[in-house]
């Protein structure tokens, strides 16, 4: 009895190492060496696996970063300057910092501004809806409304607003990865600089069609006039196919723009109240308190 | 025994309630709007200014490409403008403005309507004609004819194909040709029979149509390269590899074009208007459109000129009812539902629809079942659910795997789907996308 349990031991205990023998020749002959900086890099990195650098995910992401061993060109939204500094010390490289950026949606056609001429029955997709017609109302450069943008935003930093119809990008959230640009087929969405205290200055709209024929789909649409750009003391507003455009690189916040503009279509936000009343502002501020951003605004327009 | 096609296949509710009706000629309007892009293809170039003085069929935009098509003026008057105008996606394409004046036609056309059945032209100078008529597929499809016409090399076409399916609900158009443009329709067969080189022609018509069918056989009965097959009612019998199958047995590879299986496929409407191109000179720019709906007062066949508002159309046709709630330009399967009425007809509008506010909305739609309704009813033997999985989770190469571009769009799926789920809606959108891939590639 007791000779068939050593027997058995010593067979299983045999069996075990010739295993163990054969496994560790097998791992020597079949390894394959890993950087183990990847792993480093790896964990430095914020594992949204949001492919807002570009890559497939964070182990993409490090894999490129210890393989082309430059920075020059790779950085992560998400982690920001803090982590690609990690990352940086991991791999004993130099990285340049950058302006952290912001998602803006470029689209203030409300219900109010911009009337409804028809409705969409299909599946609800912004995506689908653009492929079929030019969307609900008459201005075909317009938000959809379907909220492509929120499916895409891994972050919860974007979400229509019931009120408008139109999304809003959660500043504290929003990590400038980039997928709502992709995902909007409208390309309304864009990444800015972020600016001291999240001030945001913009033209919210992408309409490019002529003034008049802008401003019948939308009241609050760019008409291109082009007084903007002569009151910008920075060179900052480019106007293109009756569209204007504030290089956020040269815009010094100065809030001259938003002044002049006769739309309303230049948005401010988390601006202090305006000092000096002019006549005009009354009238703007109402449309930028429309979206709800920042309490500052609210002050705004109740002292206006 | 009557013969269709084998794989899938719907059995909508007909509503030909225009059926009965002849084709009226619908008064000149005030101005055209005549997109330069009507066909598949690359967008005719315009070739008037704004100012000149146009008669009617007149070359007002030239084919610029080897797929693309001549546009003519359809009326005689002054081009106003050269400018984005809507269609029926609602986004701006260019389109020529003409401000009607009156209706002088190029001396050149023969307008008396007696039937011109000889002809003594050999197979390139029937072709010239065709392209130089800007004649494209009149069923929808808007393929220049011309092009059909050319086979590539060591490719050779054995049959004509005539299609007088119209399986679309509603629609009757072309039924209504068959009936009172027989003669015509037959000729041109003859043409393209010519044009091809080749000796058999049969032409498909559905046998709820038993009239055109009789009238066509009464025609065709001294001639014994051509025959009329009826075929079983099931939509979408129209689609061109459906037919292909329906009247030759032969299945259409994956990809491939009919010529691969040496035939050639044209619908009446085409015929009709290759009969008048080449007979008569007349270049396209009038059809026969179906404006019809349960709602409507007086469901009618008209024919149109090209970039006549179809708001014109509903108005002669008993006006716009009360209660719609969606016009579509085509049929109820396939067509598309137009934000405003100012949207020109052109030379693919087959029909136009009106729909009442209870008939245009959707059901709600609900999870997936897996009962594969839709994959027995694709006539191209797909997977809709799973086509439409694929492109909402945006996998587009596991959408091309499965031949997401093999879907001819004719809405069966949709259709039939208990769960009301959108599945045409997605695999046009993948289908989009991994045609933007594919084009990508061959870069």
Request: net charge positive; proline share 5%.
């Amino acid at each position: 009895m007791s000779l068939t349990i050593i027997y058995t031991i010593v067979t299983l205990c045999a069996i075990g190492t010739f295993a163990a023998v054969i496994l560790y020749f097998v791992a020597q002959k079949f390894k394959v060496y890993e950087d183990p900086r990847i792993d480093k890099v790896e964990s430095a990195l914020p594992g949204a696996n949001c492919g807002g650098c570009g890559h497939a995910g964070c182990r993409a992401f490090a894999e490129d970063c210890v393989k082309k061993n430059d920075l020059a060109g790779l950085f992560c939204p998400v982690g920001g300057n803090d982590c690609m500094a990690r990352v940086a010390g991991i791999l004993g490289l130099e990285v340049v910092a950058q302006a952290p950026k912001v998602a803006v949606v470029r689209c203030n056609g409300t219900c109010e501004h911009r009337p409804r001429v028809n409705k969409f029955d299909g599946a609800s997709s912004c995506a689908i809806a653009s492929s079929l017609y030019s969307g609900e109302s008459g201005c075909q450069y317009g938000c959809l409304g379907m909220g492509d943008c929120v499916e895409a935003c891994k972050f919860d930093a974007i979400h229509i607003n019931p009120e408008t119809g139109l999304p809003e990008v959660d500043d504290e959230k929003c990590v400038a990865c980039g997928a709502c640009v992709s995902a909007c087929p409208k390309n309304l969405i864009e990444l800015r600089k972020k600016a001291p205290k999240d001030r945001k200055i913009y033209v919210s709209c992408r309409n490019t069609d002529k003034g008049g024929i802008a401003r019948k789909a939308c009241t609050v649409a760019c008409i291109g006039c082009g007084k903007c750009q002569k009151e910008c003391n920075f060179d900052a507003i480019t106007i293109a196919s009756n569209l204007a455009f504030i290089d956020a690189d040269k815009c010094k916040l100065c809030r001259k723009c938003v002044a002049v503009c006769p739309t309303g279509a230049i948005l401010e936000f988390n601006f202090p109240p305006r000092k000096i009343k002019s006549e005009e502002p009354a009238d703007i501020a109402g449309k930028v308190t429309s979206k709800p951003a920042a309490p500052e605004n609210k002050t705004n327009s109740s002292e206006n | 025994m009557v013969k269709t096609f084998k794989t899938g296949g719907v059995h909508p509710a007909g509503n030909k309630i225009s059926a009965g009706k002849a084709i009226e000629e619908l008064p000149l309007p005030k101005t055209v709007n005549i997109p330069v892009a009507q066909h598949i293809g690359a967008p005719a170039a315009p070739v008037v200014a704004k100012g000149d003085k146009v008669k009617t069929g007149q070359v007002i935009a030239r084919s610029s490409g080897f797929v693309s098509a001549n546009i003519h003026s359809s009326a005689s008057g002054t081009v106003v403008k050269i400018e984005n105008i809507y269609d029926s996606s609602g986004y701006p394409k260019t389109g020529i403005v003409i401000a009607v004046e009156g209706d002088e036609w190029l001396e050149t056309i023969d307008r008396s309507t007696a039937l011109k059945a000889d002809f003594d032209l050999d197979s390139k100078a029937i072709t010239d004609k065709i392209m130089e008529a800007g004649i494209v597929g009149l069923g929808g499809a808007t393929f220049p004819t011309h092009v059909k016409l050319m086979p590539p090399p060591g490719m050779k076409a054995e049959v004509l194909i005539i299609n007088g399916v119209e399986c679309e609900p509603y629609l009757t158009a072309d039924h209504r040709l068959m009936l009172e443009k027989g003669a015509e329709i037959v000729v041109g067969a003859r043409l393209l029979m010519k044009a091809l080189n080749v000796e058999k022609a049969v032409i498909g018509v559905e046998n709820n149509k038993p009239d055109a069918i009789k009238n066509l056989q009464e025609i065709i009965k001294d001639d014994n390269r051509i025959s009329v097959m009826p075929l079983h009612v099931k939509y979408p019998q129209g689609g061109e590899k459906q037919l292909i199958k329906a009247v030759t047995g032969r299945e259409v590879p994956s990809g491939a074009l009919p010529i691969a299986v040496g035939a050639v496929v044209s619908n009446v409407g085409t015929v009709f208007a290759v009969y008048e191109a080449v007979q008569k000179n007349k270049p396209l720019f009038e059809r026969v459109v179906t404006v019809t709906g349960k709602s409507l007062s007086n469901p009618s066949n008209f024919k149109v000129r090209i970039g006549t508002a179809i708001g014109e159309l509903i108005e002669a046709a008993g006006g716009l009812p009360e209660d719609t709630g969606k016009i579509i330009s085509g049929g109820p399967m396939m067509g598309k539902a137009v934000a405003t009425t100012e949207v020109a007809v052109t030379k693919g509008t087959s029909g136009i629809l009106i729909m009442k506010e209870d008939e245009s909305h959707r059901r709600p739609m609900e999870n997936c079942i897996r009962c594969a309704r839709c994959v027995s009813v694709c006539p191209m033997g797909l997977e809709p659910f799973f086509l439409m999985t694929v492109s909402e989770k945006q996998l587009w190469d596991k959408a091309e795997e499965n031949r997401i571009m093999d879907c001819i769009e004719c809405g069966s799926c949709s259709f039939t789907c208990p769960a009301n789920r959108p599945l045409l809606d997605y695999i046009r959108l993948g289908k989009s996308k991994v045609g933007a891939l594919i084009r990508s590639r061959k870069k």
